[in-house]
């Protein structure tokens, strides 16, 4: 980090690390940087901030910048895909077979497939991440670990992050450095996307139903994006899928109505791991939702095209040709993030997959279809999972992945409840994206900001929700 960071010096200085601690705590409390407990995950009477670094964390500007210009390629990427559905079939067939929740998934998007289309309006908010591999020494080199096509988050609380660091490096008298961090404002982006979609829907009075989770501690991140909506005089309202199941109806025409209100947009903040569909109720109601005329963001299609499956079959030789065959550069472009991502489908090349990471598992990483951190598998690990399933069906319910291996930094972890030490971090650079369709037409698409998360290097998995990672910003170097 002293090369190019915050120097080292700084790092030890005990007395200054105590002071800003507290500066940084308050700073961000009075930002908005806010989460709920959890202990009382969902009561506003208690609330504390969100994890986040003390410092910034550096991240070479020629890769920042890549990761930016990519962005409107992977969304137009994600929203052919969507269309796409021999594609979709073809890639995810050995998974569903194995993967109850893929399956599920692609039962509601076979059953909405039998059914005209209602409204050719589609919108996508989208978070593609990556990190900076470092393993073939010499420069670094961006790399995807995943995109994130449903109810990605801190795009809201991100916005409020620049400002926190730069007091704290004000405070810390690293003026310079306070100077270059970067603005950053997904939540206006990603409200800028729902506010064209809620306009081509063209109802005044509907409103965008934020689908949301029953424990909802990261409600502060949502309400940044909400807002921007009701500064628009554009409704919202939060509802579960047992709301939606017990209160929605669809009309003659398929529109969505919840609790007497016609709903324009269904933002999912919610629904993308098989715990949030709590009983059959959940699934029939992400059905309604999905036959409806409402705007999904996502729907089924474009949530299926951001599976791990997918994003395997994406590095198979040929097949982005396949989705730009006149744009050479755009592949190209795309594909030079991609790290080496393995089938474990059944035959030859999956044979192939297991031998490779049997022999040399710290070089890969096991990955089931899930999202919200903590379901990989690592190391040794992988060979136990591996050995009890390499000659059944099972295997097909996980890719391989190459093991990204970023230059680790230093940082202190503020967390609330946890002593605050020195630790090894690795970062994550995230980048949203927002995209608007209305039939054949691309009427928005942009990149519209960036989340820097940092976690311990001791923690191989894990996001901020599941309580391993922090926010961060990042500082070009
Ligand atoms: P999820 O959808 O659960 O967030 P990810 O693919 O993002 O799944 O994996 C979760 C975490 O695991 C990532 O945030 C990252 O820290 C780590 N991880 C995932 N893939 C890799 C990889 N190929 N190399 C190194 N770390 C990885
Ligand atoms: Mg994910
Ligand atoms: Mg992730």
Redesign the pocket.
């Known amino acids: 980090m002293s090369a190019c960071g915050i120097p080292e010096e700084v790092l030890r200085d005990e007395d200054l690390i105590k002071r800003l601690e507290e500066v940084a705590k308050d700073a961000a409390l009075m930002r908005g940087v806010l989460m709920r407990t959890k202990d009382r995950p969902n009561s506003p009477e208690v609330v504390s901030y969100a994890p986040f670094s003390l410092f910034p964390s550096p991240v070479p500007r020629t890769l920042f910048h890549q990761a930016l210009e990519v962005q409107t390629h992977f969304n137009r990427l994600v929203d052919r895909i969507s269309q796409n559905p021999v594609f979709l079939e073809e890639a995810l067939a050995s998974t569903i077979k194995v993967d109850d929740f893929t399956a599920k998934l692609f039962e509601v998007y076979r059953a909405v497939r039998q059914e005209p289309q209602t409204l050719p309006v589609v919108l996508g908010l989208n978070r593609s991440?990556y990190?900076l591999d470092q393993s073939a020494g010499g420069k670094a080199s961006l790399k995807q670990?995943?995109i994130?096509t449903i109810a990605a988050s801190f795009g809201g609380l991100s916005s409020r992050t620049p400002d926190v660091h730069r007091h704290v490096l004000r405070v810390a008298n690293r003026v310079k450095e306070s100077q270059q961090i970067l603005d950053n404002n997904p939540a206006a982006g990603l409200a800028r996307g729902l506010a064209k979609a809620w306009e081509l829907y063209g109802s005044e009075r509907a409103v965008v139903m934020f689908l949301v989770e029953d424990v909802q501690r990261n409600i502060y991140d949502q309400r940044y994006v909400e807002n921007e909506l009701w500064v628009r005089d554009i409704p919202v309202i939060r509802r579960q899928f047992e709301d939606v199941w017990r209160g929605g109806s669809l009309d003659h025409d398929k529109r969505l109505f919840v609790d007497g209100q016609e709903v324009a947009i269904v933002y999912f903040r919610n629904g993308y791991m098989p715990q949030n569909y709590k009983s059959e109720k959940s699934w029939e109601a992400r059905l309604m939702i999905e036959r409806s005329r409402a705007v999904k963001c996502p729907d089924i299609s474009t949530h299926l095209a951001g599976t791990?499956k997918v994003q395997q079959e994406l590095a198979r030789p040929g097949v982005l040709e396949r989705f730009f065959p006149d744009e050479p550069e755009t592949v190209a472009q795309i594909r030079a993030t991609f790290?080496g991502l393995y089938t474990l489908d059944m035959g030859e090349d999956g044979d192939r997959t297991v031998a490779m990471a049997l022999s040399n598992p710290d070089q890969y990483?096991l990955?089931p279809q899930?999202?919200?951190?903590?379901?990989?598998i690592y190391g040794e690990e992988i060979c136990r999972v591996l050995e009890s399933m390499k000659n059944s069906t099972e295997r097909t319910a996980y890719i391989l992945?190459?093991?990204?291996?970023p230059r680790p930094g230093h940082n202190y972890l503020l967390r609330p409840d946890a002593p605050l030490r020195l630790c090894t971090c690795?970062s994550?650079l995230g980048v949203f994206g927002a995209y608007v369709r209305k039939g054949a037409e691309m009427v928005m698409n942009e990149c519209v900001g960036h989340l820097l998360r940092t976690?311990s290097s001791e923690h191989?998995?894990?996001?901020v929700a599941a309580g391993v990672?922090v926010l961060d910003n990042p500082l070009l170097v």
């Not at 191989?460 to 996001?463: I, V």
């Open positions: 991440d990190m670990i995943e994130n791990k790290a990483v990955k899930r999202e919200g951190g903590g379901n990989n992945m190459d093991k990204v291996q690795l994550e976690k191989a998995d894990g996001g990672a």
